[in-house]
């Protein structure tokens, strides 16, 4: 069982800087590949990054050179820095932790944090 509690949302005008967390529970924090997700109104889920246990990191196209994922694992969390922010990056942001089973898998998602890219 793992909870995750994202802070640092808000509103940021285009081409500002902001960062969110995700903390997670538990003692297997440093194992865990861990996603960031978005979701505008009305649209689809949206992939934005991920990071695995070994810090190797992936972006979605659409948000590479501007957004950059991280982790510090002696404080089981997650950062994701968003900068050179646009308008289309406003959505509410979603951290992920999917642990893989012999047979199936759990995802484990935050409460979600607004992030409004606004002047």
């Known amino acids: 069982q793992v909870q995750l509690v994202e802070s640092g949302g808000g509103l940021v005008q285009p081409g500002g800087s902001l960062r969110l967390s995700c903390v997670a529970s538990g003692s297997d924090f440093s194992i865990y590949t861990v996603n960031w997700y978005r979701q505008a109104p009305e649209k689809q889920r949206e992939w934005v990054a991920m990071?695995?246990?070994?810090?190797?990191?992936n972006y979605a196209d659409s948000v590479k050179g501007r957004f950059t994922i991280s982790r510090d694992n002696a404080k089981n969390t997650v950062y994701l820095q968003m900068n050179s922010t646009k308008p289309e990056d406003t959505a509410v942001y979603y951290c992920n932790v999917r642990i893989y089973h012999k047979v199936g898998r759990t995802d484990y998602w935050g409460q979600g944090a607004q992030v409004t890219v606004s002047s």
């Open positions: 990071i695995t246990s070994g810090g190797s990191t």
